[in-house]
T-cell receptor, first 111, second 112 residues
Framework: RKEVEQDPGPFNVPEGATVAFNCTYSNSASQSFFWYRQDCRKEPKLLMSVYSSGNEDGRFTAQLNRASQYISLLIRDSKLSDSATYLCVVNRRDSSYKLIFGSGTRLLVRP | DADVTQTPRNRITKTGKRIMLECSQTKGHDRMYWYRQDPGLGLRLIYYSFDVKDINKGEISDGYSVSRQAQAKFSLSLESAIPNQTALYFC???????????FGPGTRLTVT
């Protein structure tokens, strides 16, 4: 079983839609959580960190549920430019800042 | 100019050849990483280095070696390339105490 699991998608949504991705992690020692964005054939880039209390950055909202060991990302008012793969990433308390990456969820926003 | 650069960007090589991928950074970060990305598997850590004298194996180091020539340079070598090393390779950097990593543009390697 992968340590970080994501639905690969693709999620195909119209512009303006709200879309949500979930991610589950198996190691209870996971300490820090992130969403990275990766455009096709490009490098991953940090989208946002995920805090226990939940956090929002414009149209993006991230939530963490430690009890159930899952992380979510909600995108409101989807734009064509949101089309990308979204990587769920965790860092374990014992791993000296090494990151564990999920395989990604692909989002396609259509006109 | 990019803060993290990788050379070459694309490479096709034959089985058994030795190949080196290079990574340079101008961010002044002390930590550097090499990952490979395969479809459906996500990024997997090959090697990481927390400073010039510190080299550590990641989860998939077999068949690879690294050299940290300077704080700004971290190279990955495949001593004898094999087809299942065909992948997209990323270098990344971070500053000590931070979990945020900055990635280079990637090297697409094909081993025939």
């Amino acid at each position: 079983r992968k340590e970080v699991e994501q639905d690969p998608g693709p999620f195909n949504v119209p512009e303006g839609a709200t879309v949500a991705f979930n991610c589950t992690y198996s190691n209870s020692a996971s300490q820090s959580f992130f969403w990275y964005r990766q455009d096709c054939r490009k490098e991953p880039k940090l989208l946002m960190s995920v805090y226990s209390s939940g956090n929002e950055d414009g149209r993006f909202t991230a939530q963490l549920n430690r009890a159930s060991q899952y992380i979510s990302l909600l995108i409101r008012d989807s734009k064509l430019s949101d089309s990308a793969t979204y990587l769920c990433v965790v860092n374990r308390r014992d791993s000296s800042y090494k990151l564990i990456f999920g395989s990604g969820t692909r989002l396609l926003v259509r006109p | 100019d990019a803060d993290v650069t990788q050379t070459p960007r694309n490479r096709i090589t034959k089985t058994g050849k030795r190949i080196m991928l290079e990574c340079s950074q101008t961010k002044g970060h002390d930590r550097m990483y090499w990952y490979r990305q395969d479809p459906g598997l996500g990024l997997r850590l090959i090697y990481y280095s927390f400073d010039v004298k510190d080299i550590n194996k990641g989860e998939i180091s077999d068949g690879y070696s690294v050299s940290r020539q300077a704080q700004a340079k971290f190279s990955l070598s495949l001593e004898s390339a094999i087809p299942n090393q065909t992948a997209l390779y990323f270098c990344a950097t971070s500053v000590g105490g931070s979990t945020e990593q900055y990635f280079g543009p990637g090297t697409r390697l094909t081993v025939t």
